[in-house]
């Protein structure tokens, strides 16, 4: 069960966007719809805000968008603002009944 | 209030076990899906293990099959992980975490705010 690929970090700018990849297999991400995001500040208890590739759970921001092509998912989000730093990561259900987590994505709000 | 609370976490020495539990509140516990994930310092989150309501279907992290057990217990609404032979790279910090719509496949909407183990000798 390897993690699926992100990037160690990614930053922007008040107001703009950014898009955070998650790369896996036809085993994991490509295979299932059952892609997942959560945002973790250092502490607190990890937030789920994209479940099933690109469903909002209620209370997220609309500013959260999630998507899927192939192996690939991602996370876009707009509107950046300072309370979006944290670290981010995805995860999939897996074709052995399993599941797998990224690595995570520092965001950095610049 | 929907709530998780972890409990059972120390220092322990290579080799030995320890048996965490997962306190649950305002919702009904029997209906969800339960699962443990653990962050090793520095490092991203790692999935460990899954229990389905009736703690009939249990899967586990291949880096934890065979030395660590899931298990619930509906009446008293309670989450469990015993870990045995426990090894340096098992020292994380383990959270409990709900099935939000309380199936095998759904993502973690609760979480709790974890227990810290470390294991050294």
């Known amino acids: 069960q390897s993690a699926l690929t992100q990037p160690a970090s990614v930053s922007g700018s008040p107001g703009q966007s950014i898009t955070i990849s998650c790369t896996g297999t036809s085993s994991d991400v490509g295979g299932y719809n059952y892609v997942s995001w959560y945002q973790h500040h250092p502490g607190k208890a990890p937030r789920l805000m994209i479940y099933?590739?690109?469903n909002r759970p209620s209370g997220v921001s609309n500013r959260f968008s999630g998507s899927k092509s192939g192996n690939t998912a991602s996370l876009t989000i707009s509107g950046l603002q300072a309370e979006d730093e944290a670290d981010y990561y995805c995860?999939?259900?897996?074709?052995?009944?399993?599941?797998?987590f990224g690595g995570g994505t520092k965001l950095t709000v610049l | 209030e929907v709530q998780l609370v972890e409990s059972g976490g120390g220092l322990v020495k290579p080799g030995e076990s320890l048996r965490l539990s997962c306190a649950a509140s305002?919702?009904?516990?029997?209906?969800?899906?339960m699962n443990w994930v653990r962050q090793a310092p520095g490092k991203g989150l790692e999935w460990v293990s899954s229990i389905s309501g009736s703690g009939s279907y249990i899967s586990y992290a291949d880096s934890v099959k065979g030395r660590f057990t899931i298990s619930r217990d509906n009446a008293k609404n309670s989450l469990f992980l015993q870990m045995n032979s426990l090894r340096a790279d098992d020292t994380a910090v383990y959270s409990c975490a709900r099935a939000w719509r309380g199936g095998l496949m759904d993502a973690f909407d609760i979480w709790g705010q974890g227990t810290m183990v470390t294991v050294s000798s």
């Open positions: 305002g919702f009904t516990f029997n209906s969800y899906t």
């Open positions: 099933e590739v690109s």
């Open positions: 995860s999939s259900h897996t074709s052995s009944s399993t599941w797998v």
